[in-house]
């Protein structure tokens, strides 16, 4: 069953996730982002962690994409052609990153041990 459940989400192997994919691409492109920009760090304390633990220069470099894409939005325009060729809107920054915290908050709650980071109201 999961092996179907992966075959029916693998965009190598079915058109529609090929689509989808390609859509969100598009999309993507459109405004220079790439896909681990979406992940907000207000809702999920694992990203906010994520984030922090990243190099300066990489969150700020996420920051300028999301100032820029916003900009974009609410000028209603897109990047110009040559720009939106040169994105790479699926190589991922963060994914590494949420997968160790992520894996470390299961070790921590397995242990028993107090979670590092408490949700708060800001």
Same mark, same amino acid.
């Given at each position: @069953?999961?092996? +179907?459940?992966?075959? +029916?989400?693998?965009?190598?192997?079915?058109? +529609?996730?090929?689509? *989808? @994919?390609?859509?969100?691409? %598009?999309?993507?492109? *459109?405004? =220079? #982002?790439?896909? !681990?920009?979406?992940?907000?760090?207000?809702? !999920?304390? !694992?990203?906010? $962690?994520?984030?922090?633990?990243?190099?300066?220069?990489?969150?700020?470099?996420?920051?300028? &994409?999301?100032?820029?894409? @916003?900009?974009?939005? #609410?000028? *209603?325009?897109?990047?110009? /052609? !040559?720009?939106?060729?040169?994105? %790479?809107? +699926?190589?991922?920054?963060?994914?590494? @990153? #949420?997968?160790?915290?992520? &894996? $470390?908050?299961? /070790?921590? $709650?397995?242990? =028993?041990?107090?979670?590092?980071?408490?949700? %708060?109201?800001?």
């Amino acid at each position: @069953m999961a092996s +179907f459940l992966q075959s +029916f989400i693998d965009p190598r192997k079915n058109w +529609f996730a090929r689509q *989808h @994919m390609k859509a969100i691409s %598009t999309r993507l492109r *459109h405004y =220079g #982002l790439r896909y !681990d920009d979406l992940y907000d760090p207000y809702y !999920d304390l !694992d990203i906010k $962690e994520a984030l922090n633990r990243l190099p300066r220069e990489v969150v700020d470099a996420r920051n300028q &994409r999301l100032k820029r894409a @916003m900009d974009l939005s #609410l000028k *209603h325009v897109y990047l110009p /052609e !040559d720009l939106q060729a040169m994105q %790479t809107p +699926f190589r991922s920054y963060l994914q590494e @990153m #949420l997968a160790l915290v992520k &894996r $470390e908050r299961a /070790e921590r $709650e397995a242990l =028993g041990a107090l979670p590092i980071y408490q949700r %708060t109201i800001p």
